[in-house]
């Protein structure tokens, strides 16, 4: 990271998290905190950590007693603290905190519960944030799998805060619930990196069918994802964050580093998980535990 991204890292790891608006960045965020650097996140403290995880991973992978252990931790961290509304950047935390942990694993949290993209939409109608110049593009958009779930609020959100860019917006013929999945669940799946990069194929075709110039999304996970992937499947249609696009919109904003982090990440995957992934060793779920957690 740059050390402008670290200063912020540290920033948001000692803030404590009380006010009538916080935001949640999730370890997503903490990993791309470029995404938050912006006049239009003045005022809204940014407070979380690398072991506030939101457990949405290990859910995905079927790890229910790690789960449970997450919303007990958070549910004890934020015990007590004043918090009106909590914001969340991320679709899949905001599902975890709002339906996965409370209604599966017993989490409680007395604050509400709201998205980014709706918070900073409200912002620009009441003319509080003013984008200075139009952007003139066209995307396509990129759903989240647990936008999918929460419904058209996030999705809707998310495309409006886009117009307000400028951008003109191209739907994929497989697009918001019909959407396809950016891949991360597929590798949680299976635990295959051939398959995280066979269903991000999916999508970078499904991209590139619009024609459109790049690819809209607004999942912290998701981008990633398609841009690490999309260093072995190049396409003309480059997957960037609609708060990148409200960042140039402000007249804010730089060069994403997403490029050269996706790279790292890559280099980092293979280093650590490539000599695992030949062994020979295995091991098996009790199906006795996963029918128990259903």
């Given at each position: 990271?740059?050390?402008?991204?670290?200063?912020?890292?540290?920033?948001?790891?000692?803030?404590?998290?009380?006010?009538?608006?916080?935001?949640?960045?999730g370890?997503n965020?903490?990993?791309?905190?470029?995404?938050?650097d912006?006049?239009?996140?003045?005022?809204?403290p940014v407070?979380?950590?690398?072991?506030?995880?939101?457990?949405?991973?290990?859910?995905r992978?079927?790890?229910?007693d790690?789960?449970?252990?997450?919303a007990?931790?958070?549910?004890?961290?934020?015990?007590?603290?004043?918090?009106?509304?909590?914001?969340?950047?991320?679709?899949?935390?905001?599902?975890?905190?709002?339906?996965?942990?409370?209604?599966q694993?017993?989490a409680?949290?007395?604050?509400?519960i709201?998205?980014?993209?709706?918070?900073?939409l409200?912002k620009?109608?009441?003319?509080?944030?003013?984008p200075?110049?139009?952007?003139?593009?066209?995307?396509?958009?990129h759903?989240?799998?647990?936008?999918?779930?929460?419904?058209s609020?996030?999705?809707?959100?998310?495309?409006q805060?886009?117009e307000e860019?400028?951008?003109?917006?191209?739907?994929m013929a497989?697009?918001r619930?019909?959407?396809?999945?950016?891949?991360?669940?597929?590798?949680?799946?299976?635990?295959?990196?051939?398959?995280?990069?066979?269903?991000?194929?999916?999508?970078?075709?499904?991209?590139?069918?619009?024609?459109?110039?790049?690819i809209?999304l607004?999942c912290g996970g998701?981008?990633?994802?398609?841009?690490?992937c999309?260093?072995?499947?190049?396409?003309?249609?480059?997957?960037?964050?609609?708060?990148e696009?409200?960042q140039?919109?402000?007249?804010?904003?730089?060069?994403s580093?997403?490029?050269?982090?996706s790279?790292v990440?890559?280099?980092n995957?293979?280093r650590k998980?490539?000599?695992?992934?030949?062994?020979l060793?295995?091991?098996?779920?009790?199906?006795?535990n996963?029918?128990?957690?259903?």
């Amino acid at each position: 990271m740059s050390s402008r991204e670290q200063e912020l890292v540290k920033i948001w790891q000692q803030t404590r998290p009380e006010g009538e608006v916080v935001l949640y960045p999730g370890c997503n965020y903490m990993a791309l905190p470029h995404l938050l650097d912006a006049s239009f996140m003045r005022g809204v403290p940014v407070a979380g950590n690398w072991d506030l995880c939101c457990g949405e991973m290990y859910f995905r992978m079927g790890l229910f007693d790690q789960v449970r252990l997450n919303a007990e931790r958070l549910t004890e961290y934020y015990r007590n603290k004043e918090i009106g509304t909590m914001l969340f950047s991320c679709p899949a935390c905001m599902n975890m905190f709002n339906k996965v942990l409370p209604e599966q694993f017993g989490a409680e949290f007395d604050f509400k519960i709201k998205y980014l993209g709706s918070y900073l939409l409200e912002k620009i109608e009441m003319g509080e944030i003013r984008p200075q110049k139009k952007i003139d593009k066209t995307v396509a958009v990129h759903d989240s799998c647990h936008a999918r779930v929460a419904g058209s609020e996030v999705m809707d959100a998310a495309r409006q805060v886009l117009e307000e860019t400028g951008v003109t917006i191209k739907e994929m013929a497989l697009n918001r619930e019909d959407g396809l999945c950016c891949g991360i669940a597929a590798g949680a799946n299976s635990f295959s990196p051939f398959d995280i990069f066979s269903t991000v194929a999916k999508q970078l075709r499904e991209g590139k069918k619009t024609g459109v110039e790049e690819i809209a999304l607004y999942c912290g996970g998701c981008h990633l994802t398609l841009n690490l992937c999309s260093l072995f499947y190049p396409s003309r249609q480059q997957p960037r964050h609609i708060l990148e696009y409200l960042q140039e919109a402000c007249n804010e904003g730089g060069r994403s580093p997403l490029k050269r982090r996706s790279r790292v990440l890559f280099l980092n995957i293979l280093r650590k998980c490539l000599p695992r992934y030949f062994s020979l060793r295995r091991f098996w779920l009790h199906l006795d535990n996963c029918s128990d957690s259903r």
